[in-house]
């Protein structure tokens, strides 16, 4: 998760380049006579534990490496500058917005899809050509990413080329140019990703609960609405971005970057954005719903879902997280080798038991004040009604205190190595720096959320399912659904 480098190749490079300099020979008797150059005296190379002169090596790490620190700064316009060290050559920075779909308008729907696709275009000082040759000469990735709430713009290269990678994506964020025919394109690529979605079935239904089950914002849909590209342009999007890239609703997080280095390079670029108040957001509320699209597919897609707190009440958001972990499922195939996965709750329960069953597994959404949690399940038509009943079931036995300790205990140990291992992740580091400072105004430690996943009990979970299943259900189905019960008969079965 944490780690430091120095690095000092080209020293080393450059001494042992002069030195060991490549030669030709004509015979194999000139070469030999070239193993007692001076370089060296004797008949031999010495051997590699001694020190080569006017050569100073970096000091190695030692054993046990602690956590760096992370160093937050805010510039006085309410913009915050954050970072951490570690030993990674390599160092991953990111500008995080707190401005997702729930912030459009009827004016602006898809502003944000759009902005996802338009990232690192065309800028007011660069040409896309230029900053294409330039990402490239830093041999850097780059990464943009839209939500509901946030908006995310990530650079990766070496820690050398710290100062370019920050102009750059300071620049890509604070001056896109918008120009037409690039808008135009990305719109045309848009339209295709949009139909792609619809040979997504799960991915389409996790769309479909959001707008369903909610009421206000966060129905806002998170692909633009095909109804809604003809009216996105550029001056859209530069309307969008004047009024939501403001100082306060903005973090630039690092992982690998000394934080003064940072900031000098940060500061010049970004202390002049206007410091204008951050705006409410906009309400939300989970009020359940029922969402049915017939497409004569052979199989029935359906999900069943439920509100949940955010991440504004962590320990019910941890407890979201390691219900879904606990539940689990997956395909009826597993493609990881023989018992991938068949430990979890809809794999013994479900999809070992059940043939007709072609995928079953739990998923969430967490937002900052409130989030999902549901069930996606895919049989054959003739078992639609069937199937949801058995879900329903599933979902009550886990609130009736079924569970035993042995999954619990795996489960909770599933999310904790998730965690860990995603945090290996330099790119995910910065990410999880920007997008908890967004939430809560600071970066909690992990040790903290890990010690609240420990903590949970069988009686935590029970009466946590029984809770959010007490709530008005969100009901979504696509493909085969003449077979799907009605809304109200499947609600039923909870209460």
């Known amino acids: 998760m944490y780690r430091t480098a120095a690095l000092r190749a080209k020293a080393l490079t450059g ?23 001076p370089v060296f005296s004797g008949s031999s190379l010495p051997s590699l534990s ?3 002169d006017g050569v100073s090596l970096p000091p190695s790490l030692p054993d046990n490496v ?46 944000t899809h759009l902005l996802e696709r338009m990232a690192f275009k065309s800028t007011l000082n660069r040409s896309h050509v230029r900053l294409v040759r330039e990402i490239e000469s830093m041999g850097a990735s780059t990464s943009a990413s839209a939500s509901r709430e946030q908006m995310g713009y990530t650079i990766d290269a070496l820690k050398t080329y710290v100062p370019q990678m920050v102009e750059v994506l300071v620049d890509s964020v604070r001056n896109p140019a918008f120009v037409d025919w690039e808008v135009n394109e990305e719109l045309q690529k848009m339209k295709v990703e949009i139909g792609e979605l619809a040979k997504n079935p799960m991915g389409y239904l996790l769309e479909a609960v959001h707008s369903a089950g909610y009421s206000g914002a966060m129905a806002n849909p998170l692909y633009a609405p095909e109804s809604a590209i003809s009216g996105l342009t550029g001056d859209v999007l530069e309307k969008f971005v004047s009024e939501n890239y403001t100082a306060p609703r903005m973090v630039l997080a690092a992982s690998g970057v ?20 951050r705006p409410v957001e906009p309400k939300s509320e989970y009020v359940g719903g029922d969402f049915r699209q017939h497409t004569g597919d052979e199989a029935t897609h359906f999900a069943l879902s439920f509100g949940v707190p955010g991440w504004d009440k962590e320990k019910e958001a941890v407890m979201a997280t390691v219900l879904q972990m606990l539940m689990g499922g997956g395909g009826s195939f597993s493609a990881g080798g023989p018992g991938k996965g068949m430990h979890s709750w809809l794999y013994l329960r479900v999809l070992n038991q059940y043939q007709e069953f072609q995928s079953c597994t739990a998923f969430t959404s967490i937002f900052n004040n409130s989030g999902l949690f549901g069930i996606y399940g895919c049989t054959s038509p003739e078992y639609a009604a069937k199937g949801i009943e058995l879900v329903a079931d599933e979902m009550k036995a886990v609130a009736e205190g079924k569970v035993n300790q042995k999954h619990l205990d795996r489960a909770k140990a599933a999310t904790k190595s998730a ?77």
């Open 15 to 37: 001494c042992l380049s002069r030195s060991f300099r490549a030669s030709r020979y004509a015979s194999s008797t000139a070469a030999a006579a070239a193993t007692a150059s």
């Open 50 to 52: 001694i020190p080569l």
């Open 66 to 111: 602690g956590p760096s620190k992370l160093q937050t700064t805010t510039l006085p316009n309410g913009l915050k500058i954050a970072s951490e060290m570690s030993p990674n050559p390599a160092a991953s920075v990111g500008l995080y917005v707190d401005c997702g779909s729930i912030y459009e308008t009827p004016f602006s729907r898809g502003a």
């Open 258 to 277: 000394e934080h003064e280095e940072l900031l000098k390079v940060v500061e010049p670029l970004l202390s002049d954005l206007p410091n204008v108040a």
């Open 419 to 495: 965690i860990l291992m995603n945090l290996e992740s330099r790119m995910i580091v910065a990410e999880d720096i920007g997008r908890q400072i967004l939430t809560y105004g600071e970066r909690k430690p992990v040790d903290a959320f890990l010690k609240t996943v420990d903590q949970l009990t069988l009686k935590d979970i029970a009466d946590f399912t029984s809770k959010i299943i007490a709530k008005p259900l969100t009901m979504g189905s696509l493909g085969a659904v003449l077979n799907v019960p009605s809304y109200d008969s499947v609600s039923s079965r909870f209460s």
